[in-house]
T-cell receptor, first 115, second 109 residues
Framework: DAGVIQSPRHEVTEMGQEVTLRCKPI?????LFWYRQTMMRGLELLIY????????DSGMPEDRFSAKMPNASFSTLKIQPSEPRDSAVYFC?????????????FGDGTRLSIL | DAKTTQPNSMESNEEEPVHLPCNHS???????IHWYRQLPSQGPEYVIH???SNVNNRMASLAIAEDRKSSTLILHRATLRDAAVYYC??????????FGPGTRLSVLP
């Protein structure tokens, strides 16, 4: 079975550019999470969706970050304009219906470098 | 949210059992205890979870103290592939997962 698919795996771009990260959750899962991981701050939850609706975006660092989930099989995380401090590994995770007993399934992440 | 304390790092020899401790003394009565691990260059993966009783699955066992203020993840025979960062996460309905620094496990051949 295909797991959570993230693209691109690596992204290097110059500051000020728009960056779009993509995530395809596991089919049948109804919750989707975006995390950011850095050495300094560890793994942080940015936003999560339930049934395609954003439920908690309190972890989104600032207005430069936005996330969408237009349908059950696709989500994007956009940074515009990007800054060097946004450099991190961004993970997407999806969860099947059933509440906190269900495990989160993570993708392999997108390693983002802003020069 | 319950606070957790885990050792920063641990070492084990291959094919020996490993006991990874977690202290969660502020846990509430209805918090579940989840364990995840993160292999190098990968996203975290679910290991096991429990509430009060000890739990076993194909990956590991989870021993939960009677007062629930601590738990121990047990890998029965460590392999090189088990080298990872292990996260202990108490969580309840309506809460989000909070990943702390975890324990970095090294497995020596």
């Amino acid at each position: 079975d295909a797991g959570v698919i993230q693209s691109p795996r690596h992204e290097v771009t110059e500051m000020g550019q728009e960056v779009t990260l993509r995530c395809k959750p596991i089919s049948g899962h109804n919750s989707l999470f975006w995390y950011r991981q850095t050495m300094m701050r560890g793994l942080e939850l940015l936003i999560y969706f339930n049934n395609n609706v954003p439920i908690d975006d309190s972890g989104m660092p600032e207005d430069r970050f936005s996330a969408k989930m237009p349908n059950a099989s696709f989500s994007t995380l956009k940074i515009q304009p990007s800054e060097p401090r946004d450099s991190a590994v961004y993970f997407c995770a999806s969860v099947a219906p059933g509440g906190i007993h269900q495990p989160q399934h993570f993708g392999d992440g997108t390693r983002l470098s802003i020069l | 949210d319950a606070k957790t304390t885990q050792p920063n790092s641990m070492e084990s020899n291959e094919e020996e059992p490993v006991h990874l401790p977690c202290n969660h003394s502020t846990i509430s009565g209805t918090d579940y205890i989840h364990w995840y691990r993160q292999l190098p260059s990968q996203g975290p993966e679910y290991v096991i979870h429990g509430l009060t009783s000890n739990v076993n699955n194909r990956m590991a066992s989870l021993a939960i103290a009677e007062d629930r203020k601590s738990s121990t993840l047990i890998l029965h025979r460590a392999t090189l592939r088990d080298a990872a960062v292990y996260y202990c996460i108490p969580i309840n309905y309506g809460q989000n997962f909070v990943f702390g620094p975890g324990t970095r496990l090294s497995v020596l051949p």
